[in-house]
């Protein structure tokens, strides 16, 4: 019989909009977080995330009085208050005083980012990969507990420091660039690509781990071999091993990463055939990370070159102030990549390894089968267990583990509504252009689709066309077998996906927006992408030949 004082799973699908409040709108981010999520990352994740978040804007004097998180069924809505001003005085003094905050922070951006930020995420960084769990008593352990979540709430509070001036900073370069010249967005984002970010590096990585299996004579032996195979091959010869000694540095180096925020899923380090199937891909290409980022890099140069000859009959005044927009885009769509790099990648990841070795601690005890176990109790779960000492019954601990992996499983047959709660008052607003830039980020309302055409419609997030065969992939596990030349399909991709980015032809997602991290390492890799299109991994069949048109949002679908 299961432990009454663990909590249990619903034993069915509770009602979407059960217990909330009078006139509050959830949304549902399929961009973040489009698949059920375990107890233990929506019991830690959700709450460090809402008050971190909340800290952030209020610092930036951003109008959201607050942010809550809930979950349904297991998936995630989000529900962003705004500042309710008293009256029109109010809010225009509200409006002034973010647009003032917001201006200073674009300013200081890299300043803060090189002598405040970083610094403070890798001391916070150092602090997870430190904890003592193995050895910590109960009490002790209880502790460390809680400065885990202090911590992730932290990150997450640097996170929306950063990610408020950067997106700011590429929408007021877009919208400067328009005012000047016109076009499309395509042409102003010309000027942003090159960046060398941590991203790009891990990219570099991957390009000079396949040509060392070049040198050392493994081509045939990559080319033959599946990823899943590739590591137990490489360990029999001596070859092999000498390349396996590259690929742990590499991984010490670019290997705390992995697919979405979801603490169960394992790191790079932990699983290497996503970085083996990279090397074997960029083998087969002959993919060049270096020589291909250098080139977008000329090719920004020669872009800014050009815009600087169109302005030159212009008053000094005026050719400042896009000097200035340039190098605020550059900085944005650095730190686009580079936060995520440090926070969202390499600082979660850091969590996950914490929680696993609590979870090693819940096997020691014979509470939990595996230390992976952990991720199916939640966060009050495991302080209520550690607090009495791991002296519960084992079977009523793994009944509700099993219980909860069945109830997720489940969870994942389900299509989440877009919100719940009051519907929302309208489109998105847009009367500034942090609002806008959020639109630009997230897409804004999905396009309807016509289910009779062959074509359809999304955000365009990278200019140029590509036809190629589809590889539809829900999750990282399932693009790694994506084949050089193929048109990469998911609902969203994150930082962990960019080395695909050197393999496919095109990109196609169903979130997204110009400004979202899919549309900008594209731009990074010259590679068409057409994001927030919505359906299209249902539209979409793996093997069905697609023409993708970054320019125009468009994707056709051929028979």
Known sequence: MVDSTLARPASHFEDWNRDIAAGATYTYDPMHFPYPLTPLTASTLGPCFAKGATAAFHELHVPIAGIDVIHRNHHRFECWAPVMPANDDEARAVGEAAEQT?????????????????????????????????????????????????????????????????????????????????????????????????????????????????????????LETTPGDLAGRLENVTAGQAFLAGLHDYLEAYGLRQDLFEFATPTWREDSTIALANVRSYIQTGHNARAEQAERARSAELALADARDRLASYPEAVRGQFEAMVQFGRQGAFLQEEHNF???????????????????????????????????????????????????PAASVQELVDDRRHSLAA?????????????????????????????????????????????????????????????????????????????????????????????????????????????????????????????????????????????????????
């Open 102 to 222: 917001m201006k200073a922070e674009i300013g200081r951006m890299m300043e803060r980012w090189h002598g405040e930020h970083l610094p403070r995420i890798s001391t916070l960084n150092q602090r997870l990969r430190e904890m003592n769990v193995g050895s910590a008593n109960p009490a002790e352990l209880l502790k460390l507990l809680d400065e885990v979540n202090a911590i992730h709430t932290e990150l997450w509070t640097i996170h929306f420091r950063v990610a408020g001036p950067m997106l700011l900073s590429m929408q007021l370069f877009d919208e400067t660039y328009a005012d000047l010249f016109g076009g499309t967005d395509a042409d102003a984002h010309a000027l942003l690509v090159g960046g060398l970010s941590e991203s790009v590096k891990a990219a570099f990585g991957l390009s000079e781990l396949a040509a060392l299996a070049i040198e050392l004579d493994l081509r045939d032996l990559f």
């Open 342 to 392: 440090y926070i969202d990648q390499r600082a979660m990841a850091l969590i996950r390894l914490f929680y696993l070795r609590v979870g090693q601690r819940f096997v020691d005890a014979g509470l939990i089968h595996t230390p992976n176990d952990i991720f199916l109790l939640s966060h009050e779960d495991i302080e209520r267990i550690v607090g009495r000492r791991f002296q519960v």
């Open 411 to 559: 969870a994942g047959e389900l299509v989440p509504p877009p919100f719940v709660g009051e519907p929302p008052a309208g489109p998105p607003p847009s009367d500034n252009p942090m609002q806008r830039a959020m639109v630009r980020f997230f897409g804004g309302p999905p396009t309807a689709q016509d289910e009779d055409s062959q074509t359809l419609t999304g955000n365009g997030g990278s200019r140029g066309i590509a036809t190629g065969i589809a590889r539809v992939a829900r999750t990282l596990d399932e693009a790694k077998d994506l084949q050089p030349g193929e048109v990469l399909v998911a609902v969203t991709t994150m930082p962990a996906w960019t080395p695909l980015f050197g393999v496919a032809a095109a990109v196609v997602t169903e979130t997204g927006g110009p400004l979202s991290h899919c549309a900008i390492v594209a731009r990074e890799y010259g590679l068409p992408a057409v994001v927030g299109a919505h359906g299209a991994t249902q539209r979409i069949q793996t093997g069905q030949t697609v023409t993708v048109d970054g320019s125009t949002g468009i994707v056709t679908l051929r028979a």
